[in-house]
C-alpha cells in the first residue's frame, strides 16, 4: 500500500536488500523478466513501470494508458520486450 517496491534474498529474508519508492499510490502488481534484469510493477496510479535491476534509481520505462488501476503486468514467456497488463 506504500507504493514501494521491495526485493528480498531468500537466503537471509529478515530484510529486504532493496525499497525502491515505486509508485504514488498502491503496487498492485509485479513481474520479473527471465530474459533480462528487468522488474515490471503496475499500480493503482494507472502506471506500468519497468525497473532495471541494476540501476533502481528510476525506471526505464513508465508505461501510460489504463483509465483504471493497472490490476496485473506480467512479461511475455517467449519475448523480452513485451508486457501483457490488465485493469
Known sequence: MDGVLKLWDISSPK???????????????CDFNKYV??????????????WDLRKLDAP???LIGHRHP????KFSPHENSIVGSAS
Open 15 to 29: 530484510a529486504s536488500i532493496a525499497a525502491v519508492p515505486a509508485h504514488q499510490e498502491e503496487v498492485l502488481s
Open 37 to 50: 534484469e528487468h522488474i515490471a510493477t503496475a499500480s493503482i496510479d494507472k502506471k506500468i513501470k519497468i
Open 60 to 62: 526505464i520505462k513508465e
Open 70 to 73: 493497472v490490476r496485473k503486468v
